[in-house]
């Protein structure tokens, strides 16, 4: 099954997506996810003048080396634009592998190990008694796990927070918009939201909460320990994690279970975080850490080590990166939870997918491939918009993480 022709598609039905299509001498062709969300035109470019031309003749089934072609091929490793990238073909070939075999991709990557693929929602409310009906509100729909996020006083924003209760979307303006930021006010006011979540709902949903970053980690391990009476399925990027070693002392202080790593690339961002289980949870994703090939790699060491996948699954990650992921986290032994932030209808209308939800799990379908189709016309008619994600500043003025 030979390639003939590869193509990116930029769409913008709300926000960016980009996605590789590659088409081969059989008449089948196969999608790709490659959506860095704020840098979408460099991904693009990388594909377009760098990936493609060598993929043209190639064997479509050759996904391995295909794999380690562009990724040691390249002489530069690494990094989120060239690790998209090479997801993206990577994603697109095991779905022209599936829809060769006519099986769905997760029979091609071991089988069935579950029925389905639980998944979170974010509730988030400007206050905590809006966040705690919200956090109802999913339970309602079905959900068994929920991220809590909520404003805070004397802060006009915070990450997670939004009017949009269902799309929130951060990469909000063609210039990144500016935040303001006080530790203090924050690690004083959440674990307030926790224990009212508790007391209101008892100790069955699994409950979750993203710090994006922004505390050090002693202060890190001060609000895991505040946490601990809540018992939270886990708390996410409790602190920066360039550094995989500030996580120790996290660790020390908390038996709160930790997730790191949407922003991660490959299997040697989390490396050490793994190695010395510093974490519980690995949020790399298709899209941003090498695609299936790739991804299938982390999660086999992180199973050797007690860490379970919990993939990073915000609306910025396209359908078909959803659809990918369902079929891997349907196959390995490893699972532990989904991030499902529903995309919006334009977007569902512009990639048609197979995946569907059903009380609190996702399920992927069992068409031949991983289920996720482009509609290219319709996506022609949203034309790419520039879009930034914010900017995050200390009440004094000094950039800080956000
Ligand atoms: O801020 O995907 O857990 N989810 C998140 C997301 C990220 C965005 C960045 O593009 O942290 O909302
Ligand atoms: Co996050």
């Not at 224990?195 to 890190?220: K, M, Q, S, Y």
């Not at 396209?318 to 699972?335: D, E, K, Y």
């Amino acid at each position: 099954m030979k390639i003939t022709e590869a193509r990116v598609i930029v769409t913008c039905p709300g926000r960016n997506f980009v996605t590789l299509k590659i088409l081969t001498d059989q008449g089948l062709s196969g999608l790709g996810d490659a959506t860095l969300n704020g840098r979408e035109l460099a991904v693009a470019a990388y594909l377009t003048e760098h990936l493609i031309p060598c993929l043209i003749g190639r064997d479509a089934h050759q996904i391995e080396d295909i794999w380690q072609y562009l990724y040691r091929g390249a002489y530069w490793r690494r990094g989120p634009v060239t690790m998209s990238a090479i997801a993206a073909v990577d994603t697109a070939l095991w779905d022209l592998k599936a829809k060769a075999a006519g099986m769905p991709l997760y029979q091609l990557l071991g089988g069935r190990s579950r029925n389905g693929v639980m998944v979170y929602g974010h509730a988030n409310g400007r206050d905590i008694a809006e966040t705690a009906d919200e956090v109802q509100r999913y339970l309602e729909m079905g959900y068994l796990a929920v991220r809590a996020q909520t404003g805070i006083p004397g802060m006009a924003s915070t990450y997670g927070v939004s009017g949009d209760k269902m799309f929130y979307e951060p990469a909000d303006a063609s210039l990144p918009t500016e935040n303001l930021w006080s530790t203090e006010k924050y690690l004083a006011h959440v674990p307030k939201l926790f224990e009212v979540l508790r007391e209101r709902f008892g100790h069955g949903p699994h409950l979750l909460h993203d710090v994006h970053h922004r505390l050090t980690p002693i202060e890190a391990a001060r609000l895991g320990k505040a946490l601990e009476p809540h018992h939270l399925f886990w708390l996410e990027d409790a602190t920066p994690a360039e550094n995989q070693a500030n996580f120790r002392l996290i660790r020390q202080h908390t038996v709160t279970p930790l997730a790191v790593g949407e922003v991660f690339n490959t299997l040697w961002d989390c490396k050490l975080l793994v190695e010395e289980q510093l974490i519980d949870y690995i949020r790399t994703t298709v899209v941003h850490a090498g695609g299936i090939t790739h991804l299938r790699r982390i999660a086999d060491f992180a199973a050797l080590h007690n860490v379970r996948m919990g993939c990073h699954g915000a609306t910025d990650l396209s359908p078909v990166c959803m659809g990918a992921s369902l079929h891997l986290n349907t196959a390995i032994p490893n699972f532990g939870v989904q991030e499902y932030m529903r995309h919006t209808a334009e977007t569902d209308a512009v990639f048609p997918h197979d995946y569907r939800f059903s009380n609190g799990r996702l399920h992927p379908g069992d068409t031949p491939g991983h289920g996720v189709d482009i509609d290219e016309q319709r996506a022609a008619q949203y034309p790419y918009q520039r879009a930034f994600l914010p900017v995050n500043r200390l009440e004094d003025g000094t950039l800080w993480n956000w």
